[in-house]
């Protein structure tokens, strides 16, 4: 064999040599199922406060649930218009529990929160196998209480998914590493694969770190290492590629378009607005997107660098423990590389479990800090797993080597770093806790610096210090996370855990929307009204508010930029104009159309009758086009077109009547320093306001319900 087919990991020896083929200890199963309980119980508590979260992909969800053809491309409404701007796949799990158990929003989110359970089982079982039960627990807490992580595995876009699938690929991959065994490395494959079609190429991020470890670890000649790589990919190219050759063999006069593409077709919104486009900030038919003037690198979605998960709101979201596991990645892997093709399998695995980890972790954090396009705080769960793995590893690792002086400063050091951020963090958000800011910093440094100490005071003392010091370190963001639960989230852009000042999406500020139980929205203006407080806020939070809408457990005020409430937040049908929708539906293959998904999405998921969302989710698809919209009211398929409310006109997110704040500038498609544009205007115009154009000047308007309706089957002059 020459030396460069040698594997750095040896075979296993015929023995049970991994941690999970050891004998169970009595207390964790029990402690397991509480962990999963927990867990549950976390994810699911409050979940219907939030409605239909986003209404974006809940309208997808809702015409999935009432035609297969719009569940299979992930249409936004039932008579097949548009797709949203992502592969189907996150949509089928919510689809099929609306189909069995009707429409709603725990029917929409209840799979969501299972499957951030099952994203803690599976972290469970690949920490577990080469750490032992206690680190995969502490891994699993980690994971459970990551702020991030309670607020996507609560709400319905594709992340959520795309988090699951991402561990799924790491176990199987550490698991193919363990013998070199070719059905987990093709697994990995296919749970890629279902990643592209959650998130198109996102899923690949993480690939060059694993493909690389298994390439040169995997315990096998290197010719077989090469050919079960190749399986692997095509296995991920039949499992993320079946839908993408449908799709692209389908005549295109006969499927939905692809929304978020400019020529209808799913590659092109792969390679540009999903795909590239997000590194390199050309997002064709973007929002407000990267690499224009005025971003500071990152254009409308914050500076760019390598500190850009620590700043502002994205610190909140993720970056509670992100020093200690980058302190237990280098430290895991010191300790770890002295089993250099040694006989100790156990060691070696233990090592590959720290680059699989870390190599997922460090790969994916620095494409979110120096990517230039859309990004918003929520796309860093994908870290939580890589993160909580690390920290349960690296404290594993280090409280076995404790004896060593080294071992245990570095573990009372990373607990005194973690107290110390846990402290900034805290103070970000004006008003918040102040007492739990100065309680975790003096805790976790006073265990910080007991705990190289407390062994010669015996084993119970440690432990208490221990224990202390764990406390410290998860009080943050636990605290978050009991924010994040108690807090209904809608709208497009969501953020976990209370306001904080300067944070958050386009102009610096993250977005909440509130919906009452059962999907309505509060009703009232300034001065309050049903369900809500003076002022507008919401009523019914535990512990009140305070003057300025903070409250013990965070900001309740829905902070949507001015002018972006018909974009990026929907609107509010009321009773009359949802009657009008019903009407005779059954005679239209749209009820209405409207420009903008999320105002499609409000009418439609109130009526539950098709809404052709006009120009896609930002108004900017070209689809359909002015011709086609005629030929569609010609024949008449579509009855109704609905304008701008009086609010939305007037730039505040409709039926809210809460203050908003200004968003700052954002460059249009000619770079003009506008506010976020509003839905219809797409680059240079767009086919959507020559629509609207088409329509005023043709249709008769009248309100309903305060929204401007326009009757397409009974022009008010002759139609061109």
Request: net charge positive; proline share 7%.
């Amino acid at each position: 064999m020459t030396t460069a087919a040698v594997p750095l990991f040896p075979p296993a020896p015929p023995a049970a040599t991994t941690a999970t083929t050891s004998a169970r200890p009595r207390w964790e199963r029990p402690a397991y199922t509480v962990l999963l309980l927990l867990t549950g119980a976390l994810l699911l508590w409050n979940l219907g406060a939030s409605g239909y979260a986003n209404s974006f992909y809940s309208a997808a969800v809702q015409a999935g649930a009432e035609s297969w053809k719009a569940f299979f491309f992930g249409s936004s409404d039932a008579g097949n218009s548009i797709t949203v701007d992502k592969p189907p796949a996150a949509l089928w799990p919510m689809a099929l529990s609306v189909r069995l158990f009707g429409l709603g929003g725990w029917q929409i989110l209840v799979p969501q929160a299972l499957m951030g359970v099952g994203t803690t089982a599976v972290l469970y079982a690949a920490v577990r196998r080469q750490f032992g039960p206690v680190a995969a627990l502490l891994s699993g807490v980690v994971f459970a209480l990551t702020p991030v992580a309670a607020l996507m595995f609560r709400f319905n876009n594709p992340d959520a998914l795309l988090a699951l699938l991402m561990t799924v690929t790491v176990y199987c991959v550490l698991r193919a590493l363990d013998g070199a065994r070719t059905g987990w490395l093709v697994g990995a494959g296919a749970a890629v694969g279902l990643a592209f079609l959650t998130k198109t190429l996102q899923a690949f991020v993480i690939l060059p770190p694993l493909a690389l470890l298994y390439a040169l670890c995997a315990p096998t000649r290197l010719r077989r290492r090469l050919g079960q790589l190749l399986l692997a990919a095509v296995a991920m190219v039949v499992a993320g590629g079946w839908w993408v050759a449908v799709v692209e063999l389908w005549p295109a006069g006969s499927r939905p378009y692809i929304g978020g593409s400019q020529n209808n077709s799913f590659l092109e919104l792969t390679l540009g607005y999903n795909g590239l486009g997000r590194i390199n900030g050309n997002e064709t038919g973007s929002v407000g997107g990267g690499g224009r003037p005025g971003g500071g690198g990152g254009g409308g979605w914050g500076q760019t660098g390598i500190d850009r998960l620590f700043t502002g709101n994205i610190g909140g979201q993720i970056s509670w423990l992100l020093p200690a596991a980058l302190v237990m990645l280098a430290a895991g892997l010191v300790i770890t590389w002295r089993a250099r093709r040694a006989t100790d399998s156990l060691e070696s695995m233990a090592r590959a479990s720290f680059l699989a980890w870390g190599g997922s972790l460090l790969i994916t954090g620095l494409v979110f800090s120096y990517m230039q396009g859309i990004f918003h705080e929520y796309y860093t769960v994908a870290l939580a797993p890589f993160l909580a793995a690390l920290v349960g590893m690296g404290v594993a690792v280090l409280w076995e080597e404790r004896g060593s002086r080294a071992a245990s400063l570095t573990l009372a050091g990373s607990l005194a770093l973690t107290a110390y951020w846990a402290f900034v963090l805290l103070g970000r958000a004006t008003g918040y806790l102040p007492w739990l800011r100065w309680t975790v910093l003096g805790a976790g440094v006073g265990a910080a610096v007991v705990l190289p100490f407390a062994a010669r005071l015996g084993r119970r003392a440690l432990l208490a210090v221990a224990g202390v010091g764990l406390g410290a370190a998860l009080a943050g963001p636990f605290a978050y996370c009991l924010t994040t639960v108690n807090t209904p989230h809608a709208g497009s852009i969501v953020t976990a855990g209370p306001a904080v000042a300067g944070g958050g999406g386009p102009g610096g500020r993250g977005m909440r929307a509130f919906y009452l139980p059962g999907g309505g929205m509060p009703q009232g203006g300034p001065g309050g009204g049903p369900g809500m407080r003076p002022g507008g806020r919401p009523a019914g939070f535990p512990g009140g508010t305070r003057p300025g809408g903070a409250g013990p457990w965070g900001d309740v005020r829905g902070n949507a930029p001015r002018g972006a409430g018909g974009l990026l937040n929907g609107t509010r049908a009321s009773a009359e104009a949802t009657a009008a929708l019903r009407a005779d539906a059954g005679r239209y293959t749209w009820a209405a159309a409207s420009i903008g998904s999320q105002n499609a999405a409000s009418y439609q998921l109130a009526s539950r009758v098709p809404v052709m969302p006009i120009g896609g989710f930002n108004g900017s698809d070209p689809s359909p086009t002015l011709e086609q919209f005629k030929a569609y009211v010609k024949a008449g398929r579509i009855h109704w077109f609905i304008g701008q409310s009086e609010s939305q006109a007037q730039g505040d997110t409709p039926g809210q009547g809460l203050p908003q704040p200004q968003a700052q500038p954002q460059g249009g498609a000619g770079g003009e320093a506008t506010g976020l544009r509003r839905a219809g205007a797409g680059p240079g115009g767009g086919t959507s306001s020559a629509i609207e154009t088409w329509v005023k000047a043709t249709f008769k308007a009248t309100t309903i319900g305060g929204a401007v309706f326009y009757d397409l089957t009974a022009p008010a002059t002759t139609m061109p």
